[in-house]
Antibody, heavy 118, light 110 residues
């Protein structure tokens, strides 16, 4: 069974750093892209970027380029999303999802809620 | 950030047919990229509903169907049921090889 399990909810202060994770199981982790999607409170889905764990090829949406870093450790089937200095506007639910060749997201993680507040 | 436009809401009575449009441009849907659809029930992660414009994953009822023409796509729900009350999003790619989502549509069952 394909599963993506994300790390738990986080509460951080502005300026702090954060790295959240997404662990894949039940499939060949290195053969599928992993995408990250943001959903701010009460808002729609936003495409942040994707990574191919097989060779760490990474692409960022222009809105998120330079704002976050996407990485992966294929030895432990885990992808990451990290911030070096959080802002209140980073408060959102973050989802990881698997992307096969035809560019859709077929399996999703349960989401990680990130709250940034002073 | 959304470059795919959807109506904010659509509604219908049980048993009726509703459609949701997804309008893009020549740099995304019109460039030949596939359109996919997701259903997001309240408080849950999105779920793949339609992929590759018209295909349903295993387990998705055939009441859901997708189509694409030119720079637009549509999701149709026939025989509307109470459990279909949800948010729906279209998704495609653009010429910069970035994914793009629609603005989202809330379906209400009257």
């Amino acid at each position: 069974e394909v599963q993506l399990v994300q790390s738990g909810a986080e509460v951080k202060k502005p300026g702090e750093s954060l790295k959240i994770s997404c662990k894949g199981s039940g499939y060949s982790f290195t053969n599928y892209w992993i995408g990250w999607v943001r959903q701010m409170p009460g808002k729609g889905l936003e495409w942040m970027g994707i990574i191919y764990p097989g060779d760490s090829d990474t692409r960022y949406s222009p809105s998120f380029q330079g704002q976050v870093t996407i990485s992966a450790d294929k030895s432990i089937n885990t992808a990451y999303l990290q911030w070096s200095s959080l802002k209140a506007s980073d408060t959102a639910m973050y989802y990881c999802a698997r992307q096969p060749l035809r560019n859709y997201l077929d399996y999703w993680g349960q989401g990680t809620l990130v709250t940034v507040s002073s | 950030q959304s470059v795919l436009t959807q109506p904010p809401s659509v509604s219908g009575a049980p048993g009726q047919r509703v459609t949701i449009s997804c309008t893009g441009s020549s740099s995304n849907i019109g460039a030949g990229y596939d359109v996919h659809w997701y259903q997001q029930l309240p408080g849950t992660a999105p779920k793949l509903l339609i992929y590759g414009n018209t295909n349903r994953p295993s387990g998705v009822p055939d009441r859901f169907s997708g189509s694409k023409s030119g720079t637009s796509a549509s999701l149709a729900i026939t025989g509307l049921q109470a459990e279909d009350e949800s948010d729906y999003y279209c998704q495609s790619y653009d010429n910069s090889l970035n994914g793009v989502f629609g603005t989202g549509t809330k379906v209400t069952v009257l």
